[in-house]
């Protein structure tokens, strides 16, 4: 089975060993993996002979109301999985107290990109991403991480953080992996009940109906805004937002291209589910 590290010091060390037998990939998550995760795994040893995976629920970046306590975990499945996918170690920390021990005060506060969409709705979701993930970069000090465009925002905010900070590590997204419905795939989908199940294929179906109208010739952002929106108030859903926005900054766009991503997020009883894509893919 793949070697697994439980302590800060251990991994720091491992990571350093690894280093001199060239490039080392992390794959940061919190658990509970899936097929997306192993794609990143399986990427990650395409770019270096060491992959180290991290496993840590990490309570910064739950708000007060939300579902740390309930947030699936199961380390021996997860652990086969890294095995499968390629993994030469595993940091997962048994306790919160190895990374943030008594006395932790010090946070990583990211800027812009960390305002709209989740950042608006989740306050202080990104300053929990950024700090826990500057960790990560600092004990391991990889030279690439990957990381799942399910979480676009995540991806830029984290990507920026590592280059304002001089972290030295590359940061990389990966596509996101899909059900063959069309579900992006998230440890959160294992909230849903058989009988939600079928219509969290909305957000998938709302990404379709959207680029359809825009291939059309639709470009007046309001009028595809509103159309995601519909699709998922009409399957059910409680959108917390739909929106249209630049790829690169995450800026409003005044006039949609090819490369404008729709950003969706919405309720499925108490499930809450993104997801994005490009108008033009
Ligand atoms: O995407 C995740 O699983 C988490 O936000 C991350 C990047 C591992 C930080 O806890």
């Known amino acids: 089975?793949?070697?697994?590290?439980?302590?800060?010091?251990?991994?720091?060390?491992?990571?350093?060993?690894?280093?001199?037998?060239?490039?080392?990939?992390?794959?940061?998550?919190?658990g509970y993996l899936h097929d997306g995760h192993a794609s990143l795994i399986r990427a990650a040893?395409?770019?270096?002979?060491?992959?180290a995976v991290t496993?840590?629920?990490?309570?910064?970046?739950?708000?007060?109301?939300?579902?740390?306590s309930r947030y699936p975990r199961d380390l021996e499945s997860?652990?086969?999985?890294?095995?499968s996918a390629g993994a030469s170690f595993v940091f997962?920390?048994?306790?919160?107290?190895?990374?943030?021990?008594?006395?932790?005060?010090?946070?990583?506060?990211?800027?812009?990109?960390?305002?709209?969409?989740?950042?608006?709705?989740?306050?202080g979701h990104f300053r929990g991403v950024a700090t826990v993930v500057s960790k990560l970069f600092a004990l391991s000090r990889a030279d690439v991480a990957l990381f799942g465009e399910k979480d676009y925002q995540q991806l830029l905010v984290i990507r920026r953080m590592a280059a304002d900070l001089d972290l030295g590590t590359e940061v990389i997204g990966r596509p996101i992996v899909r059900e063959r419905d069309g579900?992006?795939?998230?440890?959160?989908?294992?909230?849903?009940?058989?009988?939600?199940?079928?219509?969290?294929?909305?957000?998938?179906?709302?990404?379709?109906?959207?680029?359809?109208?825009?291939?059309?010739?639709?470009?007046?952002?309001?009028?595809l805004e509103g159309l995601a929106r519909q699709g998922l108030e009409r399957a059910?859903?409680?959108?917390?937002?739909?929106?249209?926005?630049?790829?690169?900054?995450l800026q409003p766009v005044s006039r949609p291209d090819p490369t404008t991503r729709l950003f969706l997020a919405a309720f499925l009883g108490k499930t809450r589910l993104?997801?994005?894509?490009?108008?033009g893919e």
């Open 274 to 279: 993104i997801d994005n894509a490009a108008l």
């Open 1 to 30: 089975m793949v070697p697994v590290v439980k302590a800060s010091h251990d991994f720091r060390r491992a990571c350093q060993e690894a280093r001199v037998d060239g490039p080392l990939a992390l794959v940061p998550t919190m």
């Open 92 to 123: 997962a920390p048994d306790s919160p107290v190895e990374i943030y021990p008594a006395g932790f005060q010090t946070y990583v506060e990211p800027g812009p990109l960390a305002a709209p969409l989740c950042g608006a709705r989740r306050p």
């Open 183 to 223: 579900l992006a795939l998230s440890s959160r989908n294992a909230y849903l009940s058989p009988e939600d199940r079928p219509r969290a294929t909305a957000l998938w179906k709302a990404i379709l109906a959207v680029r359809e109208r825009f291939h059309a010739g639709e470009r007046d952002p309001a009028a």
């Open 236 to 249: 059910g859903l409680v959108v917390d937002y739909a929106e249209l926005r630049d790829p690169i900054e």
């Open 78 to 83: 997860d652990l086969r999985r890294c095995e």
């Open 55 to 68: 496993i840590f629920v990490n309570p910064t970046q739950f708000g007060p109301n939300e579902d740390l």
């Open 45 to 51: 040893r395409n770019l270096a002979p060491t992959v």
